[in-house]
């Protein structure tokens, strides 16, 4: 079987709810993961994404900042949710197939939102970028027990990792996403705990892969200077079925469109 798993910060699934059913709609993917959802669990669009088709939905949220959620077609058996840096700040979650997928029954998908890290790359001057360190240090520390496959890891890892994952790989060394400590931080555990980068399995560099353009460029398609910061990682038994990962830049020119775009990972089970 076919089964597609998208991930998209689409900061703020209320304000952009009309998005999320717009690209439901056209993509149709099996699962769709969201992060910087902003919402508190009471408050979520649970009515309008089931009605979409989507009936099965877990989600953790919290009120104006960060927030994830899986949406799926198949039924979900679990909701786990960690916690990293001892902060219950809604940067996770992961569910469990249910054996209606089919095939895909009993795959782990892990839903992940990195702090960003603000924009001073310096511990001392900047908490935020402290508080991103940590967060990737304990993600290591989980990641350490090595991925009991099959399982997907995906989400808005706000790590740009490799040269031809940025505009200017000289230009951003001393940005926050792109950054050698953060970029070594993110290869390590994902080489540790025995990931596979689906994106860069599949296209290899040297060709540029973004997913994410900043608000402040006065007209981001024509200047495309993106970044990579959406990522689809698969364990070592999904390699020979990873088929495609798609990033969908069209809806980074729809009205009020989020800065990170859709990123679609396909297997083919």
Known sequence: MRLSVTTWNINSVRLRIDL??????????????????????DAFPLKALRGSGYDHVVFAGQKGYNGVAILSRFPLLTRDVMAFCERPDARHISAVLGPEAGAAAGLVIHNFYVPAGGDI???????KFAHKLDFLRDLRAWGGRRVAGPAILVGDLNVAPLEHDVWSHKQ??????????????????????????????????????????????????????????DHAWISPDLIGTARSVDVFREARGWERPSDHVPVTLTLDL
Do not use: M
Not at 26 to 40: F, G, H, I, N, S
Not at 121 to 127: E, F, I, K, W
């Open 121 to 127: 790359p310096d511990v001392g001057l900047n908490p």
């Open 20 to 41: 999320v059913l717009r690209f439901l709609a056209l993509a149709k993917p099996d699962v769709l993961c969201l992060q910087e959802t902003k919402c508190p669990d």
């Open 172 to 229: 951003l060394l001393s940005v926050v996403s792109h950054t050698p400590v953060e970029t070594e931080a993110l290869e390590l555990l994902r080489g540790e705990a025995g990931w596979i980068d689906a994106a860069r399995l599949l296209t290899p560099e040297p060709e540029k892969i973004y997913t994410w353009w900043s608000y402040r460029s006065p007209d981001w398609s024509a200047a495309n200077k993106g970044r990579r910061l």
